[in-house]
């Protein structure tokens, strides 16, 4: 668990992590909001940036949940299902989270519309004002690093942006399960970006190389 007050800005350096070990990841109170559980963090301060969790899922019942517990840093989790046969369904509700069917050609911010979420204005002035609405995008065998939900929590703050005026996206490191152990990819991915954002391949964010990089990591889990 992180100490300190360190921004939540890092080197493109993958071995000068906070993260050392690899145990699934617990949910606690921690970082900036001071989320209990895995509850969204839905009441925000007015002047910070929202985030709404997008996962995309196809009979994922057995690992959803676990995505899902480590999503409290954000202020929605919208999850756009693929004709799941199973309780994947039931399970994103149980959890909080909005479902949509999936449609060919829609974007992102399609799904968000479709499921409620909306934009919300922000004071003048604040670095974020234009795209106050950002999107995490993660698979559902993915799970939040504490260290990556509390630099979430830093990034949502105005002080934050005050430190990365206009910063365009923001990528986070992986380390992903595989039978001899954990594996860790050596390049990050583009995977927050603003609700406006164009770009994208299949259903996530296109590479942006400028993107500035996270501390903390998503864990890629292959077993349920």
Same mark, same amino acid.
Request: glycine share 8%; proline share 7%; net charge neutral.
């Given at each position: 668990?992180?100490?300190?007050?360190?921004?939540?800005? #890092?080197?493109?350096?993958?071995?000068?992590? $906070?993260?050392? @070990?690899?145990?699934?990841?617990?949910?606690?109170?921690?970082?900036?909001?001071?989320?209990?559980?895995?509850?969204?963090?839905?009441?925000?301060?007015?002047?910070? &940036?929202?985030?709404?969790?997008?996962?995309?899922?196809?009979?994922?019942?057995?690992?959803?949940?676990? *995505?899902?517990?480590?999503?409290?840093?954000?202020?929605?989790?919208?999850?756009? $299902?693929?004709?799941?046969?199973?309780?994947?369904?039931?399970?994103?509700?149980?959890?909080? *989270?909005?479902?949509?069917?999936?449609?060919? @050609?829609?974007?992102?911010?399609?799904?968000?519309?479709? =499921? @409620?979420?909306?934009?919300?204005?922000?004071?003048?002035?604040?670095?974020?004002?234009?795209?106050?609405?950002?999107?995490?995008?993660?698979?559902?065998?993915? =799970?939040?690093?504490?260290?990556?939900?509390?630099?979430?929590?830093?990034?949502?703050?105005?002080?934050?942006?005050?430190?990365?005026?206009?910063?365009?996206?923001?990528?986070?490191?992986? #380390?992903?399960?595989? *039978?001899?152990?954990?594996?860790?990819?050596?390049? =990050?991915?583009?995977?927050?970006?603003?609700? &406006?954002?164009?770009?994208?391949? $299949?259903?996530?964010?296109?590479?942006? *190389?400028?993107?500035?990089?996270?501390?903390?990591?998503?864990?890629?889990?292959?077993?349920?």
């Amino acid at each position: 668990m992180p100490t300190g007050r360190s921004w939540a800005i #890092r080197s493109d350096d993958p071995v000068t992590r $906070d993260w050392r @070990g690899c145990p699934r990841p617990a949910v606690r109170a921690i970082g900036y909001g001071r989320a209990v559980g895995g509850a969204p963090a839905s009441h925000r301060n007015p002047r910070m &940036s929202s985030i709404t969790a997008l996962l995309h899922t196809e009979n994922d019942a057995l690992r959803l949940g676990r *995505a899902l517990e480590t999503l409290y840093p954000c202020d929605n989790i919208v999850v756009v $299902d693929h004709g799941s046969s199973d309780s994947t369904v039931r399970v994103a509700r149980e959890y909080g *989270a909005r479902v949509v069917g999936a449609k060919v @050609g829609a974007l992102p911010r399609d799904y968000l519309q479709s =499921a @409620g979420v909306r934009s919300v204005s922000l004071p003048s002035g604040n670095p974020q004002s234009g795209n106050p609405e950002w999107i995490l995008c993660l698979d559902p065998r993915e =799970a939040l690093t504490e260290s990556l939900a509390a630099s979430l929590f830093e990034w949502k703050s105005e002080a934050f942006h005050a430190k990365v005026r206009g910063a365009s996206a923001f990528s986070v490191f992986l #380390r992903e399960e595989t *039978a001899e152990g954990w594996v860790e990819l050596p390049a =990050a991915q583009t995977r927050l970006v603003p609700q &406006s954002w164009d770009l994208w391949k $299949d259903r996530y964010p296109a590479h942006e *190389a400028s993107a500035l990089a996270l501390e903390g990591e998503l864990l890629r889990f292959v077993f349920p």
